[in-house]
C-alpha cells in the first residue's frame, strides 16, 4: 500500500487565491522531504528539500516566498502555492525519505490547474 | 559531469524481448541505488533497489550494480506492453539524493 499520502490529487483554483498541498509519510518516519514540479513530458524537477524542524533548501530559481514548505513534523510536509497563476498550473509532486539506506518513495502527486 | 547520467533517447522493444537501461554516476562514495517507473500523467514508482555489487533479479526485473565502473542497469525481461514507462535511476549517497532525467521505453506488441 501506499508508503506517503498526498492531498489532494487535483485542485483547480482561480488565479490569485493559494494552495495547500499536504504529504504526509504513513508508516515510517520522514527525515527529508522532497517537492518536485512536472509539466507534461518534461522530466522531474526538484523545487525543494525540507528537512523536519527546519527551513527548506529551495533550488535555484524557485521561489521561496511563492512557494512556502513547512515541515512540522517526521510524518508531515506542506506545499502552500501562494498567488498562483495559470503558470503554476502543473502536477506537483511529494516524496519522503527516512535514514540509513532506506528508499525514496513518492506522493501519488497533485494536479493543480490555475484558471 | 552530471551526477546521475541515463540515456536520454527513447527505447523500442518487441514484445517479449529484453529490455536494456543503463545509468552512471559520479559520486564514487554513492550506497544505494534504486530504479524508478513512471507512467505517463502518474508519479514515480519506486520498482528495484540495490546496495551491493552484482545482480539483483525480482520477478521480471533484474538490476546489476558495478560500483567499480559507476553504474547500474535495469534489464526487464520478457518486456510487455505494461513496461512502457518512462524509467528512473536514482543514486543516493552522503545524504544526497540524484536522479537521472529518465529513460523512455516503448514495448511494441
Known amino acids: 500500500g501506499a508508503v506517503v499520502s498526498q492531498h489532494p490529487s487535483r485542485v483547480i483554483c482561480k488565479s490569485g487565491t493559494s494552495v495547500k498541498i499536504e504529504c504526509r509519510s504513513l508508516d515510517f518516519q520522514a527525515t527529508t522531504m522532497f517537492w518536485y514540479r512536472q509539466f507534461p513530458k518534461q522530466s522531474l524537477m526538484l523545487m525543494a528539500t525540507s528537512n523536519e524542524g527546519s527551513k527548506a533548501t529551495y533550488e535555484q530559481g524557485v521561489e521561496k516566498d511563492k512557494f512556502l514548505i513547512n515541515h512540522a513534523s517526521l510524518t508531515l510536509s506542506t506545499l502552500t502555492v501562494t498567488s498562483a497563476h495559470p503558470e503554476d498550473s502543473s502536477f506537483y509532486i511529494c516524496?519522503?525519505?527516512?535514514?540509513?539506506?532506506?528508499?525514496?518513495?513518492f506522493g501519488n502527486g497533485t494536479r493543480l490547474t490555475v484558471t | 559531469q552530471k551526477e546521475v547520467e541515463q540515456n536520454s533517447g527513447p527505447l523500442s522493444v518487441p514484445e517479449g524481448a529484453i529490455a536494456s537501461l543503463n545509468c552512471t554516476y559520479s559520486d564514487r562514495g554513492s550506497q544505494s541505488f534504486f530504479w524508478y517507473r513512471q507512467y505517463s500523467g502518474k508519479s514515480p514508482e519506486l520498482i528495484m533497489f540495490i546496495y551491493s555489487n552484482g545482480d539483483k533479479e525480482d520477478g521480471r526485473f533484474t538490476a546489476q550494480l558495478n560500483k567499480a565502473s559507476q553504474y547500474v542497469s535495469l534489464l526487464i525481461r520478457d518486456s510487455q506492453p505494461s513496461d512502457s514507462a518512462t524509467y528512473l535511476c536514482?543514486?543516493?549517497?552522503?545524504?544526497?539524493?540524484?536522479f537521472g532525467k529518465g529513460n523512455q521505453v516503448v514495448v511494441i506488441p
Open positions: 516524496s519522503a525519505i527516512g535514514t540509513g539506506r532506506s528508499p525514496l518513495h
Open positions: 536514482a543514486v543516493r549517497g552522503n545524504n544526497r539524493l540524484a
